[in-house]
């Protein structure tokens, strides 16, 4: 599971979902929405649940993190707890 926060001049967007390519790609077009002609106006907060053997998607995941902070996106990963301390816990905005 992942839970991510973008911030943006143009807006903000929480977004929380399974960690799968279409997932990504879906959050990745969220960015490009909020996106403005400085790539470096929008921030991304991502928190992503580890799991016992999920070392390929961790590599996954820190490679598609890589691209997004080369084309100028300022990515930050942090815990499950700070996203719940900014009023962004799962259970305030589980998937319907």
């Known amino acids: 599971m992942l839970q ?15 960690a799968t390519p279409y997932d990504l790609e879906n959050l990745r077009t969220h960015i490009r929405d909020l996106q403005t002609t400085k790539p470096s106006d929008v921030r991304l907060e991502l928190s992503l649940d580890r799991r016992a053997g999920d070392d390929a998607k961790s ?4 490679a598609w993190l890589r691209r997004l902070a080369a084309d100028g996106v300022q990515v930050s ?20």
């Open 4 to 18: 991510a926060r973008i911030i943006s001049t143009r807006g903000s967007l929480y977004f929380a979902a399974e």
């Open 59 to 62: 590599m996954q995941m820190s």
């Open 77 to 96: 990963v942090c815990t499950s707890a700070d996203l719940a301390g900014r009023g962004l816990s799962r259970q305030s905005h589980a998937r319907r």
